[in-house]
């Protein structure tokens, strides 16, 4: 099992930049694929960015591709995502998650086993 806390969210105004950082605890942590997921209020969850155990390779999302940069630090048990360029439609509750699956279902909510609690990112313009 694997605990998973967020950080960095916050007030941004548009066109600016925010770093998330989401710490793990438990098992280890270069065991999963790991993800960021978003939700902005009366919408559905989605699928942001993710990443492979290694780190060797990535998925985005069309709409952050270009201007978000997701990373991980394993010996570090930690995952980032840098965020520029930020949009009002940036606006959500962004959670990271933790995947003993396969990379191919990097993007699918449900692929994954564990859950952080959410950090605020709100974007102003």
């Known amino acids: 099992q694997v605990q998973l806390v967020e950080s960095g969210g916050g007030l941004v105004q548009a066109g600016g930049s925010l770093r998330l950082s989401c710490a793990a605890s438990?098992?280890?942590?270069?065991?999963?694929?790991m993800a960021w997921f978003r939700q902005a209020p009366g919408k559905e969850r989605e699928f942001v960015a993710g990443?492979?155990?290694?780190?060797?390779?990535?998925y985005y999302s069309d709409s952050v591709k270009g201007r978000f940069t997701i990373s991980r630090d394993n010996a570090e048990k930690t995952m980032y995502l840098q965020m520029n360029s930020l949009k009002p439609e940036d606006t959500a509750v962004y959670y990271c998650?933790?995947?003993?699956?396969?990379?191919?279902?990097?993007?699918?909510?449900?692929?994954?086993?564990?859950w952080g609690q959410g950090t605020q990112v709100t974007v102003s313009s």
């Open positions: 990443i492979s155990r290694s780190g060797g390779s990535t």
């Open positions: 998650a933790a995947s003993l699956g396969s990379f191919s279902g990097v993007a699918r909510r449900r692929a994954y086993d564990y």
């Open positions: 438990g098992r280890a942590f270069s065991n999963y694929v």
